[in-house]
């Protein structure tokens, strides 16, 4: 099994735990993909949810520039309501499991067929 395949079976368990969420296999897989060597990095592979600047990051990096949204209010209240449901109090969000459970709020699966 390679690192990848490691990680991804990491993620799915923390989207089944944590979110009570069975993940699309595919979708992970592709949303995983899409995080590029960060998810390698024990620093980039996370997303500190307390910090604004982290939070902006998520916002202009995954949001505006991958999935093509419109800045606006709409964003930052998608980026809460995923803290929420991952667990605001668990310090280990992984980034590909946030930008999975953002993939899936805002209804942007289709940028990764």
């Given at each position: 099994m390679s690192k990848r395949?490691?990680?991804i079976k990491k993620y799915t368990a923390d989207l089944k735990e944590k979110c009570g969420i069975t993940a699309n296999a595919d979708l992970?897989?592709?949303v995983t993909i899409a995080c590029g060597p960060s998810i390698y990095n024990?620093?980039?592979s996370t997303v500190a949810s307390s910090q604004p600047s982290e939070l902006n990051t998520v916002k202009n990096n995954f949001l505006i520039k991958k999935l093509g949204l419109k800045d606006g209010p709409d964003l930052d209240?998608?980026?809460d309501a995923v803290m929420e449901k991952y667990g605001k109090s668990n310090k280990h969000k992984y980034r590909a499991v946030v930008y999975y459970l953002l993939?899936?709020?805002f209804k942007k699966e289709s940028i990764f067929k």
């Open positions: 395949e490691e990680l992970l897989t592709k024990d620093d980039a209240k998608g980026i993939t899936v709020h």
